[in-house]
């Protein structure tokens, strides 16, 4: 069965914690608590194969302490990254976050696939007091190689499922890739240490 990772970042009280909530319960309880952190498991069946799903969901801490995300890239096979709508000081700290992610240092840290990443402009309910543009995150997510969406973990159960079936897809497309680059690495190693072998055997 495939494991599929996901750590979900973003600034403070962007409702990180909720939009999980929100896909493994289909409920919005409002208040979550935010002093430890938290790692969820579920499983599921996509597209005919059975999945075991983990999101790490951290603690309420320091936006300077949360931006080094070295264990996260290590462990993560993809991430969500969740600001507010209705405060643009979360924009700019999501923006940030995925420039760490793109940097190219950040690529030898695990994989030769770059993870997948999907922003979530959150709390579209209250668009009244919106600060931040759709446009703008979806311009941020398209420079970035990433997803893009809007929505309300308090509102929208539905459009929450497809968000997180969205990425869980990009993520089991990057394990496709790395499957079928496998192959041909090791068919490679394998000629090699035949073509080494065979010659000894010959001249025995
Ligand atoms: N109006 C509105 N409020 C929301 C929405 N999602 C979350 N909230 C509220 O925003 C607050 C913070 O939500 P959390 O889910 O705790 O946010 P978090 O990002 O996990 O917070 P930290 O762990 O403290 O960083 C709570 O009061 C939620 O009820 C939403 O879609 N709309």
């Not at 952190?37 to 069946?45: D, F, P, T, V």
């Not at 290590?74 to 992610?101: E, M, N, P, Q, T």
């Not at 600060?131 to 997803?147: H, I, M, P």
């Not at 509102?155 to 079936?165: A, D, G, K, N, R």
Request: aromatic share 8%; glycine share 6%.
């Amino acid at each position: 069965m495939s494991e599929v990772k996901i750590a979900m970042m973003g600034g403070e009280g962007t409702g990180k914690s909720a939009l999980i909530v929100r896909f493994l319960t289909k409920r919005f309880i409002g208040e979550y608590a935010s002093n430890f952190e938290s790692i969820y498991n579920k499983h599921l069946c996509l597209e005919g194969k059975q999945l075991n799903l983990v999101i790490y969901d951290p603690c309420s801490q320091s936006q300077k302490a949360k931006i080094s995300l070295t264990s996260e890239l290590h462990w993560a096979d993809g991430f969500v990254i969740v600001y507010d709508i209705s405060d643009r000081s979360s924009f700019a700290f999501a923006k940030a976050l995925i420039y760490r992610i793109r940097e190219p240092q950040t690529s030898h840290c695990k994989r030769a696939i770059e993870p997948a990443v999907l922003l979530v402009g959150n709390k579209q309910d209250l668009c009244h007091v919106r600060e931040v543009g759709c446009e703008e995150g979806q311009k941020l997510a398209l420079d970035n190689r990433c997803q893009f969406c809007e929505l309300s973990a308090a509102e929208q159960s539905l459009e929450v499922e497809m968000m997180f079936i969205k990425i869980i897809k990009d993520i089991l497309t990057n394990f496709k890739v790395k499957e079928k680059r496998r192959p041909s690495g090791s068919k490679s190693v394998a000629k090699l240490i035949n073509n080494v072998f065979g010659k000894r055997r010959k001249s025995v």
